[in-house]
Nanobody, 126 residues
Framework: QVQLVESGGGLVQAGDSLRLSCAAS????????MAWFRQAPGKEREFVAV????????YYADSVKGRFTFSRNNFQNTVYLQMNSLKPEDTAVYYC???????????????????WGQGTQVTVSS
């Protein structure tokens, strides 16, 4: 069973930076497509970014493009989300997700992922 544990959330001011981490255990990390989603109160869970296998190809939601950077370290079984120029609208619980290589479905759909972390709160004050 794959376990994902996020860390790095917190309370920051607009314009600040944070780096989220997600450590994986119990599976073959290098074979998983990894993603970040977020969910604000009263809203649906939304796609933030995805990173593919060892090649590191990434895609971002338009709302975070140019501000967030997604990276992975397959030796440490960890992914990172560097978040710069944070805005109050970035406030949400951020979730790390992983999907098996044979899984189908759009990479930006929560239902296409097999494993989820517990989430880490990011709050950006104005």
């Amino acid at each position: 069973q794959v376990q994902l544990v996020e860390s790095g959330g917190g309370l920051v001011q607009a314009g600040d930076s944070l780096r989220l981490s997600c450590a994986a255990s119990g599976g073959t990390f290098s074979s998983y497509v990894m993603a970040w989603f977020r969910q604000a109160p009263g809203k649906e869970r939304e796609f933030v970014a995805v990173i593919f296998l060892s090649g590191g190809r990434t895609y971002y939601a338009d709302s975070v493009k140019g501000r967030f950077t997604f990276s992975r370290n397959n030796f440490q079984n960890t992914v990172y989300l560097q978040m710069n120029s944070l805005k109050p609208e970035d406030t949400a619980v951020y979730y790390c997700a992983a999907r098996e290589p044979v899984r189908s479905g759009w990479y930006n759909a929560p239902g296409a992922y097999d494993y989820w972390g517990q989430g880490t709160q990011v709050t950006v004050s104005s």
